[in-house]
């Protein structure tokens, strides 16, 4: 401001005289800008104060100030003018005061006044603004918003007023504009606004130029250049290669193999471009399966991969930088079967007892293979491989009827172990196999069988009843009970006796025991049928006939029929004296009724009264003479006979004959007194004619005999038949029924017979049936042997009775 300060200075001046001018005490006030030159006046205070100047000197005016400070203006004594004697700095003197006031004192003596002069400087625009730092560096995020606002220091000057920073301009540029607010502290709030976002992947730097001015004259500036760096900014999520990372992995893939890789980059910088990766969505079934690096991206196997388990895994992967930005990939992975299943044979419904009789084609069971894996893999083919009668059918899906194809024999394969083996299709195939065990069960189909045809059995008559006496042995396969066999006797009877008291038959063992002693005499033989019967439902059976054949033992004597036993007078031979050597004597004839040796009968004279006289033939038992008879020779001889059989031990008899050798009957002296009553001539001639006709006879039978004897070359049947036996002697049952139990008819005495004297009656039957048939006594002529009259309740020994006699 220019100095228009004096008028208005010196009325101030004056009025402050005015008023003070008793104390002699004016306040003067003036102004004048800094930075003057020396000399330059700022006021008159003469004038203003009205004094004389030439008593200016005198009066010794000089101006003090309070402050020991350099005087700036000085009193012109000569002139009474106030001139700047020093530069003055009003920045130096008042920094930022907006009204710079230099106080000072004009003192005057003689007399004493004190004046106040204050001296107002005023400013000049002598200094620009200034911002703090030439340069600034500022750091400003890419991703920073529009609107941003970064504060930038103000800028000084250190002026004052209109002299001071007035406003401030930004050097145009394409993202920033200058915001200036005042605010409290009386200063400036300097922001740079982004106005248009940073993206430092197109400008990394930016330099803006922001000048402060003031409104001086002429008005002064300062610049300051502001370096913005575009810092990154996590600005690009990853992005990954590709959206869906499909991959197959073949199932049981190694550990550690990897699956597919994942990548995915990072527009931004260090940090923010560095992409990590993690599962963002998975199954915790797949996690245990598959691991992520999280660096590298891949995905590694690292557990067991099993198609069968799961075909398909489907993932999430999260590509994320270091300050959290993330995009998300899907991962497919799918598994590709491998055959690695074997199939699976299970048997269902397994009929694990199949009865034999089941008919060729009879399902027995279903087997149902089963392969874990698919397509091809899973194509199962079965198979038995055992030569077995049984075949698989195969039946809906990945059944297996198992059918019998032959007819099945428990008593030839009772088990059947076979193995199926089951084959898939995949490559290389994978089979298992299954034993199957099968058994038969049992049907009665397999009647006992007999170990023979028939069973012989021999007894010794006289048995001890209870003895045993065969033992038959069926068999029969079945099984168990089926082929458990209970033997049994038929029912029958034989002549009369039931069965079941000759014979009696262990079930279990099949062992036969005798009933009772049987008798040879009365029985050689007899059947019975023996039945096994196994235990069945229903039983089977057969039966085998089981002939019994009871053997002779020695217990009868032989039997002498003629002569009658001992005791008999009329035994008696008539010999005449001139028999010739050799003539037959007498005939002794005996039977046993053994058989065989034991009816093997020999004669042997024992006893004689004349030992060279007679012989006897040893089995014949006829009694010849041995030599001629001389007169010397006794006219009585008597001959004792024995009779043995050939058993063991010998059973024997004897019996004595009388011989009267004279040729007439009336010398007989014995003999005349015993027929004394009886014609002794007419029986002389009766007994000649007698003789003659039994000698005739006898050798007709001999010729007989002896002609038969070489056709059947059987002793024992010597004399069978050969003596006419009437017929009606045999009880038409007696007809031989073989089979039934009934004796043959053929089995008779065998009886030794010889011509006999004249005595003899031929009319005995030397054969007959058995002891079973009663010889009516009237058709003999001799006495019934014991033995011979036996009847039914006799028919079998008692065995601790001694054979009888
Ligand atoms: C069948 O196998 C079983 C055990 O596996 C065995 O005890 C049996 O003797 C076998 N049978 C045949 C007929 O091989
Ligand atoms: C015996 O055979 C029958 C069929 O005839 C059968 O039912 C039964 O089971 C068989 N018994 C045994 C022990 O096998
Ligand atoms: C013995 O078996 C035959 C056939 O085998 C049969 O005809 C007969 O009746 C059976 N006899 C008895 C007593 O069972």
Redesign the pocket.
């Known amino acids: 401001m220019a100095h228009r300060g004096p008028p208005l200075s010196g009325l101030l001046a004056l009025i402050t005289f005015a008023l003070m001018a008793t104390t002699v005490h004016a306040e003067l006030s003036y102004s004048f800008p800094e930075e003057m030159k020396r000399g330059y006046v700022i006021g008159n205070i003469a004038k203003d104060l009205g004094l004389d100047v030439t008593t200016l000197s005198a009066r010794k005016a000089r101006l003090v100030s309070e402050e020991d400070r350099k005087q700036c203006c000085d009193l012109n004594l000569r002139t009474g003018e106030f001139i700047v004697a020093d530069r003055v700095d009003r920045e130096e003197l008042c920094l930022e005061k907006l009204t710079c006031l230099l106080r000072l004192d004009l003192m005057l003596e003689t007399p004493l006044e004190l004046h106040r002069v204050t001296f107002q400087i005023q400013d000049i625009n002598d200094n620009s603004p200034i911002f703090p730092k030439d340069s600034i560096k500022l750091e400003i995020s890419e991703n920073a918003d529009k609107g941003a606002r970064f504060r930038v220091n103000e800028a000084h000057d250190v002026d004052v007023g209109q002299n001071s920073v007035t406003g401030y301009t930004l050097e145009k540029n394409s993202h920033f504009v200058l915001s200036v607010n005042p605010n409290k502290d009386g200063g400036k709030n300097i922001e740079l606004v982004l106005d248009k976002e940073l993206d430092r992947e197109q400008q990394q730097d930016v330099t803006l130029v922001i000048s402060a001015f003031d409104s001086g004259t002429p008005p002064l500036s300062g610049i300051v250049a502001i370096h913005v760096t575009v810092l990154d900014a996590n600005d690009n999520a990853p992005v990954f290669s590709q959206e869906v990372y499909k991959a197959s992995l073949p199932e049981n893939a190694p550990l550690n193999s990897v699956v597919v890789k994942v990548s995915a980059t990072d527009a931004d910088q260090g940090l923010n471009g560095e992409v990590s990766y993690e599962f963002s969505r998975i199954s915790s079934k797949a996690r245990k399966i598959f691991s992520l690096d999280s660096i590298t991206g891949e995905i590694k196997v690292i557990g067991t991969v099993d198609f069968e388990d799961e075909q398909k895994y489907e993932m999430r992967i999260e590509g994320k930088d270091g300050f959290g930005l993330s995009t998300d990939a899907r991962v497919v992975i799918e598994i590709t079967d491998l055959n690695d299943n074997a199939p699976t044979i299970v048997l269902q419904s397994l009929n694990n007892h199949i ?1 034999e ?1 089941v008919s060729p084609g009879t399902e027995v069971g279903i087997i149902h293979v089963q392969d874990r894996d698919s397509d091809k893999n899973r194509q199962v083919r079965c198979s038995i491989q055992e030569n077995v009668p049984f075949k698989l059918i195969p039946s809906i899906k990945n059944y297996y009827s198992l059918v019998t194809t032959g007819v099945l024999d ?1 008593e030839l394969v009772s088990e059947y172990n076979f193995t199926v083996i089951a084959n898939d299709a995949g490559s290389p195939p994978l089979s298992s196999a299954k034993t199957v065990r099968l058994s038969v ?5 397999n009647a006992p069988v007999f170990d023979k045809l028939s069973y012989t059995a021999q007894v010794a008559e006289n048995n001890k009843p209870g003895s045993s006496v065969c033992s038959v042995k069926a068999s029969d396969p ?5 082929g458990t066999i209970m033997y049994s006797l038929s029912t029958g009877e034989v002549n009369g006796v039931p069965m079941s008291q000759l014979l009696s038959i262990n079930a279990d063992t099949g062992v036969i025991h005798a009933g009772r002693a049987f008798d040879y005499e009365h029985y050689k033989s007899f059947k019975v049928c023996v039945i096994a019967r196994d235990s ?3 039983p089977l059976s057969s039966n085998v006939t089981v002939n019994v054949l009871i053997r002779d033992e020695n217990d009868n004597p032989p039997q002498i029929l003629y002569p009658t036993p001992q005791g008999s007078a009329l035994m008696t031979e008539l010999v005449p004296k001139t028999v010739l050597v050799g003539s037959l004597i007498s005939k002794i004839i005996a039977v046993d009724a053994d058989s065989g040796q034991n009816a093997w009968l020999s004669y042997e004279i024992i006893k004689s009264s004349d030992p060279g006289l007679f012989t006897i033939g040893v089995h014949s038992g006829e009694i010849r003479m041995q030599r001629d008879i001389s007169e010397k020779d006794g006219m009585k001889q008597n001959l004792i006979v024995s009779v043995r059989d050939n058993g063991q031990p010998t059973l024997s008899a004897t019996c004595a004959l009388n011989v009267i050798i004279s040729d007439n009957l009336a010398e007989i002296p014995e003999i005349n007194d015993r027929y004394a009553e009886s014609d002794s001539k007419l029986t002389y001639y009766l007994i000649i004619a007698l003789v003659s006709v039994s000698t005739f006879f006898l050798t007709f039978v001999i010729v007989t005999v002896a002609v038969r004897f070489c056709r059947r070359a059987k002793p024992t049947l010597l004399f069978d038949g050969a003596v006419a036996i009437p017929s009606a002697y045999f009880p038409p049952n007696y007809a031989d029924v073989d089979g039934t139990g009934t004796l043959r008819s053929g089995y008779n005495y065998d009886t030794y017979m010889t011509t006999g004297s004249h005595t003899s009656d031929f009319k005995f039957v030397t054969s007959y049936n058995d002891g079973t048939m009663t010889i009516p006594s009237s058709t003999l002529t001799s006495k019934k042997s014991p033995t011979s009259a036996v009847d039914h309740s006799e028919l079998f020994h008692d065995p601790e009775m001694p054979a009888q006699v």
Request: hydrophobic share 20%; aromatic share 6%; no cysteine.
């Open positions: 009865p009789d428990r069960a049992d049907v009665n189909d079945d099984w168990r009970q089926n069945g439902s229903p």
